[in-house]
Nanobody, 121 residues
Framework: VQLEESGGGFVQPGGSLTLSCSID????????LAWFRQSPDRSREGVAY????????FYAASVEGRFTISRHDRNHTLYLQMNNLAPEDTAMYYC???????????????WGKGTQVTVSS
């Protein structure tokens, strides 16, 4: 199983980025998927997740209304659209997948290596 994030970079406050997570080696349509982030001064935290059973999405309070998680089943890709970015969104962003677990804790079985997002003026 391989998860590979891309799309990170440097952006000014108020800007937008879209992260992608390409997933190979599992049955994409029946996995719960999530985005996490970690900065040097904070532990890893859940940002958003999507349940495979009903496509319901959930967001951390700090990003709700600004971030959108979505998936493209044919391309086996998970996305995170991030708008109105702020310096506190600066972090390494990771995607994760699990056949059974869904939620904001780190109990996902499969993880990517991360992509860096830096928000600064």
């Amino acid at each position: 199983v391989q998860l590979e994030e891309s799309g990170g970079g440097f952006v000014q406050p108020g800007g937008s980025l879209t992260l992608s997570c390409s997933i190979d080696g599992l049955v994409f349509g029946v996995y719960n998927l999530a985005w996490f982030r970690q900065s040097p001064d904070r532990s890893r935290e859940g940002v958003a997740y999507m349940k495979w059973l009903d496509d319901k999405t959930f967001y951390a309070a700090s990003v709700e209304g600004r971030f959108t998680i979505s998936r493209h089943d044919r391309n086996h890709t998970l996305y995170l659209q991030m708008n109105n970015l702020a310096p506190e969104d600066t972090a390494m962003y990771y995607c994760a997948a699990d056949r059974r677990y869904f939620g904001m804790s780190e109990d996902y079985e499969h993880w990517g290596k991360g992509t860096q997002v830096t928000v600064s003026s």
